[in-house]
């Protein structure tokens, strides 16, 4: 009998029992063996609930019983999910999880210890939800050079900009309707500033580096400044604007992250990606590209994702199934360094002199006013930005092109 | 030091040997132990090449040194193959292939000599090449019950269709121009009446169920009846054609599997996958739908899924990975008791007494001419087969709708 214990009795944690349980004769057939869940710690009581029985208060109480082998940490934050993290690896037990944020800043320390002391820390909810993203990189590519990878890798800012281009609605108001749905929380921040995707790109930076990136020092740009307008130029163009994450390792070694709105095809692989679902498309030496899209949040998905990784776990008791990196720090490359192409929205009352500054410049058609928008050729982004600059206020928005 | 043996040094082959060659330093780092090809097994010479000296043409040098622990087998067909699979992992040696027609036919034997002697029979590379949707099965999703599975998963067919609905090219025209750039066989029938498709479909439907599904049993139906007229009827419905391999195992355990033409809605996510490429849909009960694209075929995709399954056999070495399924035979249910919609191309002159046996079908205008296209309401397939039977050559073809 495998018994586990959840940590978090949250949309996510609810989720991992129901899995377990509903899938419990499916499971336990799979691993020859009874699984079941036999603790949920919660600071709160849940009087009425199936399996209120199982809620206890203190740590200890799991930490304390060897009958618990495998713990899924499903709280969130950096603060006690830390801790019992590492308390329960130091014990021996293996630890799965869809934190992120936890992932991305203790990650190496915590797998170092795994490693050690024999057992796991899994993580393949922590990007994409149910997306297996995390171990399409870590083993399924594990004898290929991963190049770059670049994904949509935040639901709610996909839903915001989808609902955008669909609807030709203004970015305040998707936002307020995605908050009274719940896709966006009441603080969005986290995700609309590019935030959580910054988080989750800085972990496939980590196994695409072997070393550990900072997610602070990841370049995050958020959503906030498109407009409709924009998505009109867009549209005239043939194109749509995703929040891309994005990072790429090249041969000399040097490594980029980035997470931005991003102009891209309508028909590219990620912009036919809609509403709250991921899409990741990987860049392999030897596959080329590999696309995955899925649910990437959600309760069940997510859910789905975490009882994979306990599986993983029970099908290998004793051995770490999965390395991660090392803790020696990655150094990123300047992303202002990277030669790209850009799309700008003036004012119309300025064409000329942007035309001038940016040689070569292409305008695109969409009923005019008192904007233009044109696409400006390759240049690195800190001559870009320079330009900009000099221009003043005739500059409106720019965005990236992919 | 990890040494392997490569069986059959033909396209496979050769891509394995230098998917280790070229990424070896990379590999060796991952596996903190060096890797290298020791023996390259073929009936042939290869002067000159640069691998010269590893070939051997006698088996029993690689079953006998006991520094070969992994072997690639990429020779294809059941007879050699199947021996000296099942000679190396009777030896304790595991075995990595590309090889469908052996997978789908002795697979279940070869997984129940695996497990009884602690190591792999690994077979990534056997479906739709370098997408990985063994491991999703069998790893990601091992939490979740998969529904179905439907997918594009032989890359000639895709090409053909791809040319006949961009050019508006007849089918014999696009083979013949496939066959001239190397992407058909000569002996195109494996590929065009849907065997290939249904191998791979075979061994997902394996995975699905956990039994063994007899490929010669699936139910194939072939892209040459599909004609540019289907095409032209496709187009004008918002829809295009590919062929499908589709399993599904319903609740109460009931299986389908299926190879045939489909049309479907041009935006489907499966509508999109064009050209040589090969596309998968997963349905999970958790999850709900995943989707996974890439190169299907071709030397180094194929040769570095190959390579995959080498690595995480060096990770593991002693222990069985993952698990096959049970030689216990799966039941197919009948798919013509299934209910689903038709389209049909009719003569024209046909059209009134079409429309007084298929009440309610819906007409699709396409130009006219000497035929006409309908779409037809959803009934058992028998029922329609019988309706059309009655009919005579007023059908002049049918394709089932996704």
């Known amino acids: 009998m495998i018994k586990i214990a959840v940590l978090g009795y949250g949309t996510v944690g609810s989720g991992v029992v129901e899995v377990i349980e509903r899938h419990n004769s499916l499971l336990s057939e799979r691993l020859r063996e009874k ?35 495998i713990l899924c940490e499903v709280m969130g934050g950096v603060g006690a999910a830390y801790q019992f993290t590492k308390q329960a690896l130091e014990a021996g037990k293996s630890v799965c999880t869809s934190n992120k944020e936890l992932v991305a800043k203790h990650g ?32 399924a590519l594990s004898a290929d050079r991963v190049e770059a990878v670049t994904g949509i890798l935040n639901g709610t800012t996909n839903y915001i900009l989808t609902k955008m281009e669909k609807e030709g609605a203004d970015y305040a108001d998707v936002l307020k309707q995605a908050q009274e749905l719940g896709y966006a929380e009441r603080n969005p921040e986290a995700d609309v500033e590019g935030l959580d995707a910054g988080r989750k790109i800085a972990i496939l930076a980590d196994m695409l580096t072997g070393k550990n990136v900072n997610p602070d020092k990841v370049t995050t740009e958020g959503i906030t400044k498109i407009t409709s307008a924009d998505f009109a130029y867009a549209k005239a163009a043939g194109m749509t604007i995703k929040l891309l994450a994005r990072c790429s390792v090249s041969e000399d070694g040097s490594v980029q992250a980035l997470v931005a709105p991003f102009m891209l095809p309508a028909d590219h692989a990620l912009g036919r990606v809609d509403d709250v679902f991921n899409g990741v498309l990987v860049t392999c030496t030897m596959l080329g590209d590999a696309m995955f899209g899925g649910q990437g949040a959600g309760k069940l998905p997510t859910a789905s994702a975490v009882a994979a990784d306990v599986m993983d776990c029970a099908m290998h008791p004793g051995r770490t199934v999965m390395r991660g990196w090392s803790e020696e720090e990655a150094e990123l490359a300047d992303v202002t360094e990277t030669e790209r192409r850009f799309f700008v929205r003036i004012k119309a009352s300025a064409l000329a002199d942007v035309q001038a500054a940016f040689a070569g410049s292409s305008l695109v058609e969409a009923g005019g006013g008192e904007d233009s928008g044109l696409f400006v050729p390759a240049m690195k982004e800190k001559e870009f930005d320079a330009k900009c600059a000099a221009l003043g206020d005739a500059i409106l928005n720019r965005i990236r092109v992919a």
Request: aromatic content about 10%.
């Open 108 to 139: 190496a320390e915590l797998f170092a210890i795994a490693e050690r002391m024999h057992c796991n820390y899994m993580f393949e909810a922590s990007v994409a939800g149910g997306i297996p993203i995390i171990r399409a990189i870590g083993s």
């Open 35 to 69: 699984i079941a869940v036999k603790y949920i710690l919660d600071l709160r009581d849940f009087p009425g609930d199936t399996y209120e029985d199982k809620i206890v208060h203190d740590y200890s109480t799991i930490l304390n019983d060897p009958e618990i082998s």
